[in-house]
Structure formats: C-alpha cells, structure tokens
C-alpha cells in the first residue's frame, strides 16, 4: 500500500495541473476564444481607423485656404435638412452610409 500511494497521489497532481492547462482560464480552449476576440478586436479597429479616415478627409476640405465649397455646402444642407427643386434625393437604410 505504501509503494502505491505515491504514484497515485502524483498521478492525481499531474491529472490536475493537465486538466487546468487545457481547460482552465488560461488554457488551450480559452486561448482559441482570446484569439477569436482579438481578431474581432482587429476588425473593429480597422473599420473605426476607416471612419477616422474619412471624418478626417471631410474635416480637412473644410479648412484652411481651399476650403471646398462643395462639402460646405453639402454639410450644410445636410445639417439645414434642405434642398433645391431640381435635385433628387435618395434615401438611404441606417446601415447604409456614403462614407
């Protein structure tokens, strides 16, 4: 009995410790879930530096010498919620979006 209780206690240790390296919170099936997110992370990243981008390119035809009237005066029918008679307007879904 003494020469069994030995490998059997060490056994249970390393069944633990394999047990908790595959499933335990830093364990193998948590690393895929942390690399799913992070790769949802990434992809968010993208589309909000793509925003960024574009909010930054609109921004900057509005300023100094060249200001691009054009933009003006989109942004401020845009914003006055306003058009002419000749023009035609295309709504658009809320998922949709021109820039």
Do not use: C
Request: charged share 30%; hydrophobic share 45%.
């Amino acid at each position: 009995m003494k020469f069994l209780a030995a490998p059997v206690i060490l056994s249970g240790v390393a069944a633990f410790f394999v047990w908790h390296a595959s499933h335990g919170d830093r364990g193998l099936i948590a690393r895929e879930q942390r690399l799913l997110e992070i790769a949802a992370a990434r992809q968010e990243l993208v589309q909000a530096t793509n925003e960024r981008e574009a909010a930054e390119r609109r921004v900057n035809a509005m300023r100094g010498d060249q200001l691009d009237r054009d933009q003006l005066e989109e942004r401020a029918r845009a914003m006055l919620n306003m058009t002419t008679r000749e023009e035609i307007v295309i709504p658009y879904p809320p998922g949709q979006r021109l820039f």
